[in-house]
């Protein structure tokens, strides 16, 4: 049994880069929202949760990114993104990133998907692909160490415009429809056993240390895939390969998943590539 002092054993922190609109996309639209969304996020247990704090103040007086009440990773040049990534690299923590192409979902719309995901379907969905490989890391590593579920907790970086309230909702249906063995699209689920409803909560960026650290996982890999911007760099997402969620010891479709899962159905260009085939997508 858990100790009443600690009512989960993992913590994992989400964050996003780009936009998750639809209806104009760039570059097909000059004036459309970013090519990607790329949702990032940080597992790790919660004894090392009070040391988040101590992370990101030694990551800022290592980098010298002191003005400010917070770490913002797009503000930083790109020697100290170097520094904030080799420091992350080092940390006892595993990263998930979904990589999603919007292009190929240029306007449209999905009534069903809207139905289990409310009106930030798209989202929840991208977010639901992080999920299910975190709950799957969670799930393996408590039955190995503790031989039953231990609780995860879960910290969004609020944003406007979302409704996290929807995001738990959809979760409670995907738990239901997993216990039950109904899941739709069931190539991976999200694992019910390692999920409280009152362990999800959504927080000011500036105002959590863990969700800073999550902002450089998205925001690294956002910046190695958004070629059209004058940010594009894939180095600093490379240099996180220490810290990336491996199952069966690749990374590739684990730790760092690329949407739609079909390669064939996505027309990259060979810089966006370039990241994947590092991380050991063989078939772009």
Same mark, same amino acid.
């Given at each position: 049994?858990?100790?009443?002092?600690?009512?989960?054993?993992?913590?994992?922190?989400?964050?996003?880069?780009?936009?998750?609109?639809?209806?104009?996309?760039?570059?097909?639209?000059?004036?459309?929202? #970013?090519?990607?969304?790329?949702?990032?996020? $940080? !597992?790790?247990?919660?004894?090392?949760? *009070?040391?988040? %704090?101590?992370?990101? /103040?030694?990551?800022?007086?290592?980098?010298?990114a002191l003005q400010g009440p917070a770490l913002h990773y797009r503000k930083l040049s790109? #020697?100290?993104?170097?520094?904030?990534?080799? $420091? !992350?690299?080092?940390?006892?923590?595993? *990263?998930?990133? %979904?990589?999603?192409? /919007?292009?190929?979902?240029?306007?449209?719309?999905?009534?069903?998907?809207?139905?289990?995901?409310?009106?930030?379907?798209?989202?929840?969905?991208?977010?639901?692909?992080?999920?299910?490989?975190?709950?799957?890391?969670?799930?393996?590593?408590?039955?190995?160490?503790? /031989?039953?579920?231990?609780?995860?907790?879960?910290?969004?970086?609020?944003?406007?415009?979302?409704?996290?309230?929807?995001?738990?909702?959809?979760?409670?249906?995907?738990?239901?429809?997993?216990?039950?063995?109904?899941?739709?699209?069931?190539?991976?689920?999200?694992?019910?056993?390692?999920?409280?409803?009152?362990?999800?909560?959504?927080?000011?960026?500036?105002?959590?240390?863990?969700?800073?650290?999550?902002?450089?996982?998205?925001?690294?890999?956002?910046?190695?895939?958004?070629?059209?911007?004058?940010?594009?760099?894939?180095?600093?997402?490379?240099?996180?390969?220490?810290?990336?969620?491996?199952?069966?010891?690749?990374?590739?479709?684990?730790?760092?998943?690329?949407?739609?899962?079909?390669?064939?159905?996505?027309?990259?260009?060979?810089?966006?590539?370039?990241?994947?085939?590092?991380?050991?997508?063989?078939?772009?």
């Amino acid at each position: 049994m858990l100790p009443v002092s600690k009512p989960y054993e993992y913590i994992l922190y989400i964050d996003e880069a780009g936009d998750d609109g639809l209806s104009r996309i760039k570059p097909v639209d000059s004036n459309g929202a #970013s090519e990607w969304l790329c949702i990032g996020g $940080f !597992l790790t247990r919660a004894n090392y949760e *009070a040391k988040t %704090v101590q992370w990101v /103040k030694e990551m800022r007086r290592h980098i010298s990114a002191l003005q400010g009440p917070a770490l913002h990773y797009r503000k930083l040049s790109p #020697s100290k993104k170097d520094a904030a990534c080799s $420091f !992350l690299a080092d940390l006892p923590v595993k *990263a998930f990133v %979904v990589c999603s192409h /919007k292009v190929n979902m240029r306007g449209h719309q999905s009534s069903s998907a809207a139905i289990r995901g409310g009106k930030q379907w798209f989202y929840n969905y991208c977010v639901r692909l992080l999920m299910e490989r975190a709950t799957e890391m969670c799930l393996k590593d408590s039955l190995k160490h503790y /031989k039953e579920p231990r609780p995860l907790k879960v910290v969004f970086s609020a944003r406007g415009g979302h409704s996290y309230g929807q995001t738990k909702a959809y979760w409670e249906i995907l738990k239901r429809q997993a216990a039950g063995g109904t899941t739709v699209l069931n190539k991976r689920e999200i694992r019910h056993q390692v999920l409280r409803f009152n362990l999800i909560d959504y927080l000011p960026h500036q105002q959590n240390a863990g969700l800073q650290i999550a902002d450089i996982i998205a925001s690294a890999f956002y910046q190695s895939v958004e070629t059209s911007t004058l940010k594009w760099e894939p180095r600093h997402a490379k240099m996180l390969q220490p810290i990336m969620a491996k199952e069966r010891n690749v990374v590739a479709d684990f730790g760092l998943a690329l949407q739609p899962t079909n390669p064939r159905d996505i027309n990259l260009t060979e810089d966006q590539k370039a990241i994947f085939r590092y991380y050991g997508y063989t078939a772009l």
